[in-house]
């Protein structure tokens, strides 16, 4: 059975970075092929992709947001990462890891606010 | 980038109704297009993979098709669970990979 769980900081003031944790279970980062993203919504809008990570350890980054974004991944404990610096309010949203090319499976997604 | 144009936005639906919703992709994404359904507070659900294939689970009387660079996912004889907003993704080509604007079902 294949199950992501994310966790973040809830809140975070602006300038800050955002760290956050993709804890998943059912399939391993280093299987040939594997990929985790992450994808964000804001509340009432669409979906937004901003990065992917390759059990080779290949990474893509939307560009809009690439300066901003580092993903990594611990293969050993089953964990995918994913930091934004310069935190905005603009940048308030659900933030969601998925598995796959095609976003097959998703975490429950974690909430993250971005105020002063 | 590919853009995936999904209409409509919104749609005033009733029990019972066949419904359709449409992504045109701005080039060539072959069938490399899933479908998504997400309820309110909820992760979206993987619907349709590679264009027209059910995913686990899903109820027989969703599917999908494609027309050229227009795919659709139809929603034969809707049912109130399937109330809900729909969202389309093209991973043909990436990066990035891109979704639809989303489509919100609402109840007449």
């Known amino acids: 059975q294949v199950t992501l769980k994310e966790s973040g900081p809830g809140i975070l003031q602006p300038s800050q970075t955002l760290s956050l944790t993709c804890s998943f279970s059912?399939?391993?980062?280093?299987?040939?092929?594997?990929?985790v993203g992450w994808i964000r919504q804001s509340s009432g809008k669409g979906l937004e992709w901003l990065a992917n990570i390759w059990w080779n350890d290949d990474k893509y980054y939307n560009p809009s947001l690439k300066n901003r974004l580092t993903i990594s991944k611990d293969t050993s404990n089953n964990q995918a990462f994913l930091k934004i610096t310069n935190m905005d309010t603009a940048d308030t949203a659900t933030y969601y890891c998925?598995?796959?090319?095609?976003?097959?499976?998703w975490g429950q997604g974690t909430l993250v606010t971005v105020s002063s | 980038d590919i853009q995936m144009t999904q209409s409509p936005s919104s749609m005033s639906v009733s029990l019972g109704d066949t419904v359709t919703i449409t992504c045109r992709a701005s080039q060539d994404v072959g069938i490399y297009v899933n479908w998504f359904q997400q309820k309110p507070g909820k992760s979206p659900r993987r619907m349709i993979y590679?264009?027209?294939n059910l995913a686990d689970g899903v109820p027989s009387r969703f599917s999908g098709s494609r027309s050229g660079s227009d795919y659709s996912l139809t929603i034969s004889s809707l049912e109130s669970e399937d109330v809900a907003d729909y969202h389309c993704l093209q991973y043909d080509e990436y990066p990035p990979w891109t979704f639809g604007g989303g489509t919100k079902l609402e109840l007449k």
């Open positions: 059912g399939f391993s980062l280093s299987t040939y092929g594997m990929c």
């Open positions: 998925a598995r796959s090319v095609g976003f097959a499976y």
């Open positions: 590679r264009a027209t």
